[in-house]
């Protein structure tokens, strides 16, 4: 039996809208562009949060200390940053952000 190799799967609500691979060491962001999925950005360090997300289903590596542009209660919420958030293995994610 062979292992699946992990994947991103994109939704915008509960449409599919891209999957991509997973790469090694990149953050969300890098996967969103392979799949052709659109995700604004601004600043790509985590300050502004314009690329804000909403994690549906996985795991994801969170910083010790989190980037500015989130706070607990969005992480509580599924809120990611797609620009410097790296998954750790498969992850379903919603374009839409948390409603808070």
């Known amino acids: 039996m062979s292992e699946e190799k992990p994947v991103i799967r994109f939704f915008k609500g509960s449409k599919p809208i891209g ?23 601004n600043c790509t360090s ?24 989130l706070d607990d ?5 599924g809120g990611m940053l797609t620009c410097c958030i790296k998954p750790k293995g498969s992850c379903d994610i919603d374009v839409i952000p948390p409603a808070w």
């Open 19 to 41: 999957i991509a691979a997973v790469v090694p060491e990149a953050p969300l962001l890098e996967m969103a562009e392979i799949a052709g999925v659109e995700i604004p950005t």
């Open 73 to 77: 209660e969005l992480v509580q919420l």
């Open 46 to 69: 985590g300050t502004c949060g314009t690329c804000l997300v909403t994690l549906l289903e996985g795991e994801v590596e969170l910083p010790e200390v989190l980037p500015p542009g």
